[in-house]
T-cell receptor, first 111, second 118 residues
Framework: DAKTTQPPSMDCAEGRAANLPCNHS???????VYWYRQIHSQGPQYIIH???NNETNEMASLIITEDRKSSTLILPHATLRDTAVYYC????????????FGTGTRLQVTL | ETGVTQTPRHLVMGMTNKKSLKCEQH?????MYWYKQSAKKPLELMFV???????ENNSVPSRFSPECPNSSHLFLHLHTLQPEDSALYLC?????????????????FGAGSRLTVL
């Protein structure tokens, strides 16, 4: 699976959009980009995934660049409850169960 | 309530004790997983089960012994652990070990069992 690189931490004001970047420059054509988040002392929670098209669900939007070398997770209106560690994971669909979590981005949402 | 329930939530044990962690899922999933999260380290995959059969053992020491009696239950038996085994142990489940045609294979995690080995 391709390695992903994320900034270690980010801050966001409550009510503003949080844009979390992820670099996956070595991603292959059949690898998906998954995003999970982990609120302190809880299990990770699935957010969204995509292959090459932009995706949106009730939690977030995922924007994948045309060359697929990077992506951005967008939380449109961040709240204090969105404070968590966000993990970007590139994984081949055939082994999508074997998620390799990196260190992620710690997002702090402030008043 | 995520659909994956782990018990106990907290466990303190001595190095000579034998204890077990339990995971139960009510999602109708066929694959179950154990992950370990040590302080300031990324999550590490330990074991994968699919339809009760172990499909992955990520070089886990034998003092950790998994058991999957059916697709809804997963146990992690602990014996003669070391203090460095203190960690958050997370159970997860998914519909299958492989992704579907949309590329989706979403893991649902439990809240974890925090283990302290004295």
């Amino acid at each position: 699976d391709a390695k992903t690189t994320q900034p270690p931490s980010m801050d966001c004001a409550e009510g503003r959009a949080a844009n979390l970047p992820c670099n996956h420059s070595t991603i292959s054509g059949n690898e998906y980009v998954y995003w999970y988040r982990q609120i302190h002392s809880q299990g990770p929670q699935y957010i969204i995934h995509g292959l090459k098209n932009n995706e949106t669900n009730e939690m977030a939007s995922l924007i994948i660049t045309e060359d697929r070398k990077s992506s951005t997770l967008i939380l449109p209106h961040a709240t204090l409850r969105d404070t968590a560690v966000y993990y970007c994971i590139a994984v081949w669909a055939g082994t999508a169960s074997k998620l390799t979590f990196g260190t992620g981005t710690r997002l702090q949402v402030t008043l | 309530e995520t659909g994956v329930t782990q018990t106990p939530r907290h466990l303190v044990m001595g190095m000579t004790n034998k204890k077990s962690l339990k995971c139960e899922q009510h999602l109708g999933h066929n694959a179950m997983y154990w992950y370990k999260q040590s302080a300031k380290k990324p999550l590490e995959l330990m074991f994968v089960y699919n339809f009760k059969e172990q499909t992955e053992n990520n070089s886990v020491p034998s003092r950790f012994s998994p058991e999957c009696p059916n697709s809804s239950h997963l146990f992690l038996h602990l014996h003669t652990l070391q203090p460095e085994d203190s960690a958050l142990y997370l159970c997860a489940s998914s519909r299958d070990r492989l992704a579907d045609s949309s590329g989706a294979n979403v893991l649902t995690f439990g809240a974890g069992s925090r283990l302290t080995v004295l």
